[in-house]
Nanobody, 124 residues
Framework: QVQLVESGGGLVQVGGSLRLSCAAS????????IGWFRQAPGKEREFVAA????????PYVDSVKGRFTISRDNAKNTVYLQMNSLKPEDTAAYYC?????????????????WGQGTQVTVSS
């Protein structure tokens, strides 16, 4: 089993940057694919980015392409989401999720474990 804890959220101005972290505890983190999702108020949760257990990266959601970068450090049991050029529409609660497997996964139902989320607010 894997426990996930997100951190790094906060309040940032338009054009600013944040780096979210997803720290995992439990066994064999390097066997897990990780995804980042977000949920804005009044909206459904949406896929943002995903990474395979070996570092392969899924296509990002169109709205963040060129601005967000997902990466992982298996030695630290952590996955990161670097977010640059932030926009007000990036405001949301951001969640990381994990599942075992060798591919990347972009649908919520494909993930077994979820963190509690971290809030990102971009002010204009």
């Amino acid at each position: 089993q894997v426990q996930l804890v997100e951190s790094g959220g906060g309040l940032v101005q338009v054009g600013g940057s944040l780096r979210l972290s997803c720290a995992a505890s439990g066994r064999a983190f390097s066997n897990y694919a990780i995804g980042w999702f977000r949920q804005a108020p009044g909206k459904e949760r949406e896929f943002v980015a995903a990474i395979t257990r070996s570092g392969g990266i899924a296509p990002y959601v169109d709205s963040v392409k060129g601005r967000f970068t997902i990466s992982r450090d298996n030695a630290k049991n952590t996955v990161y989401l670097q977010m640059n050029s932030l926009k007000p529409e990036d405001t949301a609660a951001y969640y990381c999720a994990a599942r075992s497997g060798s591919y990347y996964y972009t649908a919520e139902y494909e993930y077994e474990y979820w963190g509690q989320g971290t809030q990102v607010t971009v002010s204009s």
